[in-house]
């Protein structure tokens, strides 16, 4: 009986495991190889040198529509700028106004600082990676 014990406990324990990517893998958005590089001592992103400000990154491997890049205070946060809860069309392209973002298409906003939106949908921003070696910044997925 002691040594069916443990066994029980793992057995149930792998059996309760569950592929989390269901519920995180958005549909509507494809998933593009990103791998950007922003300097920091380039005028076009000087803004990010200060808390709460972002930018538009639309360059090389940037995504579906681009990529919003903030300033969170201490860290950098890379936000797909597309509308995450549709299909890909001409208004999903998101309209910065910090510190959140605007979906033109369903007039949702959605916090650059949790990616989450102010309504009850499925799909927070899809976000990206970041790196930061000086004034560097690399975002991948």
Known sequence: ???ILPLLIAIISILSCSDDDIRTRNPFLPNYAVNVQVN???PAYSDLNYAGNAVWINSGSSGINGIILFNAGG???AWEAT???QIPQNCS???ISEPNVLCPCDNVTYSLYTGL???DLRYPLM???TE???NVIRIFN
């Open 127 to 129: 976000q990206y990676r």
């Open 117 to 119: 939106p102010n309504a």
């Open 1 to 3: 009986m002691k040594k």
């Open 40 to 42: 920091l001592n380039l």
């Open 75 to 77: 860290s950098y946060l």
């Open 83 to 85: 509308c995450p809860n």
């Open 132 to 134: 930061v070696t000086g």
């Open 93 to 95: 392209v998101l309209e």
